[in-house]
Structure formats: C-alpha cells, structure tokens
C-alpha cells in the first residue's frame, strides 16, 4: 500500500482507527500519511500480524481544503492557500509514470506534475472559455486554440467540447469549469451530458457566463437518466428555443440539479419555456426564471409527471398564453419552498392562471410569496385547479385573493401586500425598518445585477428588441412598454455605470408582513441577526439576504 493518506477515522470494537491487522497479515506501507504515524497507537495488529514499513511514511496533518470536487483537495500557496500541505511531492514515482498527469490535489483545477501527491487526486476536469489567450484570435469565439485540451491553459471553448473530451476518456464523473463570458454557436447550445456524472459550474456566478442559444436550440439538455449528481451552477440561460417544450431546460426521465441560475428570455412553442421537467424528480434550486413564453402551459416551469422541486427561486415576468403563466403542474407532485412567484400572466380567458395551474395534480406550497399574477380570465390569479379535485397543501405562504378579507385555506397563509423592495427591477427582497439587503443594482440597464451595465446587459436588451409587457425587465422608458429606441437611449446614457448603494444593508419606513411568517418549524439560521428565530416567507428565507425581523 502505498501513496495513501490515512487520517483521522474511528474503529469499533477490535480498535485500530487507522489500521487494523488480524490473522497474521503483515502488509507492507510506504510513502503514506498515517495519523501517529505507521507502527503509532491507532494502527492495531493482533494474532501475529505487524505492518512492514517500506519507507517514505509520514505522520503529518494533511492541511485539506474544499475544493470543486470534494473535501479532500491538499492546500497549496500555487492554488491561493497560505501553506502547503507536508502530503506535496512526498510519493513514490513520477505523477506521469503512475498516471496521476491528468488528476489534481489543488482547487483550481492544476494537474499534479513531477513527483506525485500522496492521497486522493480528483479528475481535474476541463476549462472552457469562449475567448482565451492561447486561441489564435482570443478576441473572436470561432477560432480555436490549436492545442485546446481542456487545461486551465487550453481551455474548450464550448462546453459540449469538455464533456465530449470526459466521456471519451471513459471517465465516469467530471468537473467542467466555465470561465466568464458569452457562450453561443455550436457546442453551447443544446448541451447535453449523456449520463455522465458531470458538474458544470461557471467560476464567477451567473452574471458573468451567459448561454446566449441565439434561437437555435435549447440550453441544456438531459435524457439519460441523469440524477441529483448531475449539476447545473451558476449560469445565465438567454434566448433558448423549442419547437415543443424545454426551451432553456428539458428533462425526460432524468433529474438533474439545476442551481443559482438565471434563465431568461427563452421560448418554447409548446410548454415549459423556461424548463420542462417529465417524469423527473429534478432540484430547481437558487434560480431566477425570468421572462419566459410558452404558447400553452407553464412559461416559466411545467411539469408531467415525477416529483420536482423549486427552492428558494424567483418566478417572475414570464407569459403563457394558454394557463399557468408562472407554472403548470401535470399529473405530478411539485414542491414550491420559499418561493416568490410574482408579476407572471396567462392570455388565455377561459383556462388562463396567472400562477400556478394544477392539471390532475398535486402541488405542495410553503413558505412562498404568489402576488400580482395575472390572469385574462381575472377569477384565477394566483392557483388554478383545472378539474377542481386537485389538491394543493398551502402552509406558511402570502397568497394574493379576489377579496381582500379571504385568505387560501391552510395554516399560516396570508392575503397582505408583501411589501417587495423594487419588482420593477426585479428585486424582490422584503422591505424591512431594522435592514433590508439592498442588492448590486438601481442602475438602469443593469439586467443582470452585477453592478455594471455592461455587455451581458446589451445581450439580454437586444433579446427583448421590440417586444412588449411583460418583457418589462428590459423596459427602461416607460412610455409604450414596448423595447425600443427610447430605452436604447436610456440604456446608452447609463453604459459603463456603476450601481449605487451596492451590497450594503438599508432600513426602510415599513416592515413586510412576510418576515417571520414562515413555517415555525423550519430552519432559520441562515438568515442574519435579527431573525426573530422564524423563517422568511419568499424567496430569501433562511439565506444570507433574508431581510431582518423588527
């Protein structure tokens, strides 16, 4: 045995926490990391055994880091830690000559060269960037980088490329790292993982990597029975399209995790314009669907079948014609937890639900906020049962009624104003006297918040060109709702500009009735002093940004 790091675990009844001989074994280690080091007091031999030491064994703490792929990366000052773990360089060969050149023990990415690590070594997985210093023209996506390989040195430069390059190397998992910029063309559209265990991150969030499908197919794509393993992290998802359903996300049969992303912008002739889930037990986890159509149900979510969940997400300004302009649920079970469900519109005057409409389904709805979803037929704003023996479980949420004295039936549910900061700019926090978190915007024409208008900004204008309401996340003169050359104007005026007020706590004169209404039984310690030890309603309950308790 050799190479290995052995550290810290625990035995039972026959002792030995680190190692345990019986029966007269005698192995031979070398080149480990052994706690209290190779004959010390956690390695147990009984029965006539011993351990033979084959040299090169330490006993020195690993220092291990979180990294990408696991708990078990080593610190290293190259990698941006301030020490370097004693398990560096200290094996037993080359890293080529046992095979560990491809493989990594650092967070950002870096294969092991020369002498090899001791323990574990992650499959590095791949770099994508759509612009590159190593392409020929960095400055235009379409020329490749003649020795692209994946490395941080040269990176794809479409993300199909890098799980291409994974499954062909037989790998069974992989971490593909996707640096900032505007993907599109071939390779960045229809982005499907085959079943590969495969976690797609952008590396600065979803400000700064946007999908950009340009109408010409879907964003992503899962039909290989993908589970929860399977990720989605921190992407923009814009312009998508389908001539059925899916048209920034479709799952049949397969449940990824799809987290902090924004998907805008999309469109699918069918359902689902936004993401499309069928017999899928998917995870919509931190994300913004925003300004989504569909022509029948579902803009910005439907489902058929399976038992999806959407957590802590933002629904918002997304147009179905037919009914559930926010979601339609089909012979399935949603789950909707500490949603804000708002702003969404369905055109359809006899079947048409503004919010969530159930079709021989069930929905279960906690600590959520639906408001101003809007509906033609006026009479089902909100939630929409379509054969009206649906059931929907309603607990702890603000649901917006006809009347306002009636309140959804189930315990803890609301029908007052949620006193959002600013939906007009897409923020949803909930105004509060004692703090409210003000986020990277107030800017006109920052549409993506990151507090700069900017070219990512330019793209998601240009995608709304001469569209109306409720594409009115891209209306900057409010004059005819409808995306033109008096908001280019606006727009232009504020280019290069930088958000006020960003990042910072601001106390307003009100307090929202949605602080400290959640579940009472629900966690709350994410949210930041005072948290009045109860959950949040909406979409920033029990997170860093939950706006705080009078």
Partial sequence: MFNHIIW??????????EIHNDDDSHPEISYCDIMKGWNGSRVHNTSGSSVVNGGGNINA?????????????LSQTTAGQPVNSPCLDTGNDLSDSMGMDYFTTRTDG?????????????????????????????WNSKFSDPLESGSSEHPFDSIQKALEAAEGRGYLAAVVTVLDGLYSGIGNYDIEPNGLLVKIRSQNGLWRSIIDCNSQGRGFIFQNGECGCVVVDGFTIIDGYSSQCGAGVYCYDSSPTIRNCMIIGNDANWAGGGIFLEESYAE??????????????????????????????????????????????????LAIINCTIADNFASDIDLGTGGVQCWDADAAITNSILWQNYSVSGDQNQIGLHYGDETVTALYNDIQMQEVNDVWPGIGNINDDPLFALPEFGDYHLKSAVGRWDPIFHTNGDFNNDGIVDVFDLKILARFWLESAPAAIAELHSDDHIIDLADFAVFAANWQKRGENAGEWVADSVTSPCIDAGDTSDSFEKEPEPNGGRINMGTYGNTEEASKSP
């Fill in 61 to 73: 703490e690993p220092l291990f880091m979180g990294g990408p792929g696991g708990d078990y990366y």
């Fill in 8 to 17: 810290n675990n625990a035995a039972g009844y026959y002792g030995g926490h």
């Fill in 110 to 138: 870096v294969a092991d060269v020369c002498i090899v690590d001791i323990g574990y070594h992650y499959n590095p997985g791949y770099f994508v960037d759509d612009d590159a210093p190593n392409d020929p023209c960095h």
């Fill in 284 to 333: 919509i986890d931190r994300c913004k669907i925003i300004a989504n159509y569909c022509e029948t149900s579902g803009a910005s979510l439907c489902t058929v079948g399976g038992s999806p969940t959407a957590k802590n997400c933002i629904i918002a300004w997304n147009f179905g014609y037919f009914s559930g302009g926010a979601s339609s649920v089909y012979d399935s079970n």
